[in-house]
Antibody, heavy 119, light 114 residues
Framework: EVQLVESGGGLVQPGGSLRLSCAASGFTFSSYWMHWVRQAPGKGLVWVSRINSDGSSTSYADSVKGRFTISRDNAKNTLYLQMNSLRAEDTAVYYC????????????WGQGTLVTVSS | DIVMTQSPDSLAVSLGERATINCKSSQSVLYSSNNKNYLAWYQQKPGQPPKLLIYWASTRESGVPDRFSGSGSGTDFTLTISSLQAEDVAVYYCQQYYSTHSGAFGQGTKVEIK
């Protein structure tokens, strides 16, 4: 069974940093592209970042470019999102998500971890 | 960047009636080399992560009831629920995966029971 379990969320002050993790199991993690998607309270889904299967290629939404870094450790079956210079508008549930086939859609999502940026 | 726009923002439909949600992309998501539309639909219920319903614009994910169907090509797409059930109350999102450098979602459409 495919499982994606996010962790690392919490309360952080504006300007602070946080690193999210996503532990993957039930599939060959190193073969799949992965995404981070966020959802502010009561709002819609917003794509944040994606990484290819070996970590050599990444992309970011303009709103997080230069502040967030996506990475992965295929030996540990774990996806990361390093978030720096956090702003109030980064407050959201952050989901990690798997791309099911090459250049395909997201087919599995984690349950999400809440990041709150507030003083 | 590709921008996805859904309409309407919300709709209320009687049980057993048809619900139709539209999604428009700012540029074509049809890949000419394989004639596939890189467009997916997701369902999100309160307190849950999204669930994949439809991909390649019209292919139902395994286990999705056949009352859900997707259509369209290029820039204009539709998700249809042929006979609304109580368990279909949710927010529905379209997403393009044509661009490997972004993954824009539509703003979502909330479906309720009339």
């Amino acid at each position: 069974e495919v499982q994606l379990v996010e962790s690392g969320g919490g309360l952080v002050q504006p300007g602070g940093s946080l690193r999210l993790s996503c532990a993957a199991s039930g599939f060959t993690f190193s073969s799949y592209w992965m995404h981070w998607v966020r959802q502010a309270p009561g709002k819609g889904l917003v794509w944040v970042s994606r990484i290819n299967s070996d970590g050599s290629s990444t992309s970011y939404a303009d709103s997080v470019k230069g502040r967030f870094t996506i990475s992965r450790d295929n030996a540990k079956n774990t996806l990361y999102l390093q978030m720096n210079s956090l702003r109030a508008e980064d407050t959201a549930v952050y989901y990690c998500a798997r791309v099911g086939m090459v250049r395909g859609p997201i087919d599995y999502w984690g349950q999400g971890t809440l990041v709150t940026v507030s003083s | 960047d590709i921008v996805m726009t859904q309409s309407p923002d919300s709709l209320a439909v009687s049980l057993g009636e048809r619900a139709t949600i539209n999604c428009k992309s700012s540029q074509s998501v049809l890949y000419s080399s394989n004639n596939k539309n890189y467009l997916a639909w997701y369902q999100q219920k309160p307190g849950q992560p999204p669930k994949l319903l439809i991909y390649w614009a019209s292919t139902r994910e395994s286990g999705v009831p056949d009352r859900f169907s997707g259509s369209g090509s290029g820039t204009d797409f539709t998700l249809t629920i042929s006979s609304l059930q109580a368990e279909d109350v949710a927010v529905y999102y379209c997403q393009q995966y044509y661009s490997t450098h972004s993954g824009a979602f539509g703003q979502g459409t909330k479906v309720e029971i009339k």
